[in-house]
């Protein structure tokens, strides 16, 4: 838990971060129904799965204004050869192509946008669509996994391991020309990057106010808590953890897109899938505002006698 604090205080120490309470209480929904970068099906059920929790009304009650834009459309290209090991690129690239739009519409629209996963390779297209309308993005991964692979250092080919070496653009030379990826341009650069949550890399992966991408897989936190996904790792972040996590970001009302990833509702029985489901709703709805009882707002006073 020290080192969690240690570590997120230093993260919005990188970002230059103001303090208050002041998060962004305009909402635009996205679901993102893809699986196609990663092996296990069901996670492309995970939106329609926190939209059926109550998430937007959820979101209402507590004071946000909410534009859903509903689930994504993008075309599978059922038959199509792997490039190397790298699995379905021309489907994911194209799927994040489409994503990238929509998240510089909601932006331009004035909303902070939140992208509800699928896999976490649409990282990709939320981020690029992000750094279309954000100019000096600060980018906070929570997650067990780097997801910095390239298509060749893979280990696997799931492209839901590789979207940050497609963004970064000290990695930009090591990026072979891939089906469906060709729109891609690298948008951060390595130092624009905090991980919180790491504990399982693979072998390939060893200044003003800035507005904050928050990448969080449902994976970060400990599977005895979130089991319904598809690679979960022994050691993640408590419940109060990753809730504080979401807390201190929304205080800063710099939150500008949260990607929401990696629950996997064939995952699980009734009771797993309900308690990720609702782990991952505690994460939103603490990242737009929620207080957990006991807590104060930060203008706060103590009551003169």
């Given at each position: 838990?020290?080192?969690?604090?240690?570590?997120?205080r230093?993260?919005?120490?990188?970002?230059?971060?103001?303090?208050?309470w002041?998060c962004?209480?305009?909402?635009?929904?996205?679901?993102?129904?893809?699986?196609?970068?990663?092996?296990?099906?069901?996670?492309?059920?995970?939106?329609?799965?926190?939209?059926?929790?109550?998430?937007?009304?959820?979101?209402?009650?507590?004071?946000?204004?909410?534009?859903?834009?509903g689930?994504?459309?993008?075309e599978?290209?059922?038959?199509?050869?792997?490039?190397?090991?790298?699995?379905?690129?021309?489907?994911?690239?194209?799927?994040?192509?489409?994503?990238?739009?929509?998240?510089?519409?909601?932006?331009?629209?004035?909303?902070?946008?939140?992208?509800?996963?699928?896999?976490?390779?649409?990282?990709?297209?939320?981020?690029?669509?992000?750094a279309?309308?954000q100019?000096?993005?600060?980018?906070v991964?929570?997650?067990?996994?780097?997801d910095?692979?390239?298509?060749?250092?893979?280990?696997?080919?799931?492209?839901?391991g590789?979207?940050?070496?497609?963004?970064?653009?000290?990695?930009?030379?090591?990026?072979?020309?891939?089906?469906?990826?060709?729109?891609?341009?690298?948008?951060?650069?390595?130092?624009?990057?905090?991980?919180?949550?790491?504990?399982?890399?693979?072998?390939?992966?060893?200044?003003?106010?800035?507005?904050?991408h928050?990448?969080?897989?449902i994976?970060?936190?400990?599977?005895?808590?979130?089991?319904?996904?598809?690679t979960?790792?022994?050691?993640?972040?408590?419940?109060?953890?990753?809730?504080?996590?979401?807390?201190?970001?929304?205080?800063?009302?710099?939150?500008s897109?949260?990607?929401?990833?990696?629950v996997?509702?064939?995952l699980?029985?009734?009771?797993?899938?309900?308690?990720?489901?609702?782990y991952?709703?505690?994460?939103?709805?603490?990242?737009?505002?929620?207080?957990?009882?006991?807590?104060?707002?930060?203008?706060?006073?103590?009551?003169?006698?």
């Amino acid at each position: 838990m020290l080192r969690l604090l240690r570590t997120t205080r230093w993260a919005l120490r990188t970002a230059r971060l103001v303090s208050g309470w002041r998060c962004h209480h305009s909402i635009g929904v996205v679901g993102v129904p893809i699986s196609q970068g990663q092996g296990k099906a069901g996670v492309e059920k995970g939106p329609d799965f926190l939209y059926n929790a109550g998430l937007v009304d959820k979101l209402k009650k507590q004071g946000c204004r909410v534009q859903d834009y509903g689930n994504l459309k993008f075309e599978t290209f059922a038959d199509e050869k792997p490039f190397g090991i790298v699995k379905m690129p021309k489907t994911v690239g194209r799927a994040n192509e489409q994503l990238a739009d929509v998240v510089n519409t909601v932006k331009q629209e004035g909303h902070t946008c939140l992208v509800l996963g699928g896999d976490h390779s649409l990282a990709i297209g939320s981020i690029s669509g992000h750094a279309r309308s954000q100019n000096n993005l600060c980018v906070v991964w929570v997650d067990a996994h780097a997801d910095i692979n390239t298509p060749l250092s893979t280990p696997t080919g799931n492209i839901h391991g590789q979207p940050v070496s497609y963004l970064l653009k000290e990695l930009h030379s090591k990026i072979p020309v891939m089906p469906g990826f060709s729109w891609i341009k690298p948008c951060i650069s390595a130092k624009d990057i905090v991980y919180i949550g790491l504990r399982d890399l693979d072998p390939g992966e060893h200044k003003g106010k800035r507005p904050i991408h928050l990448s969080f897989d449902i994976d970060a936190i400990d599977p005895s808590l979130a089991p319904a996904t598809g690679t979960p790792m022994v050691g993640g972040l408590t419940y109060r953890e990753g809730v504080y996590l979401a807390e201190a970001i929304c205080k800063t009302g710099l939150l500008s897109v949260l990607d929401l990833v990696e629950v996997n509702p064939n995952l699980g029985n009734t009771e797993e899938v309900a308690s990720t489901v609702n782990y991952a709703l505690g994460i939103i709805l603490s990242s737009f505002g929620y207080v957990r009882g006991g807590s104060h707002p930060s203008h706060y006073k103590l009551p003169e006698p």
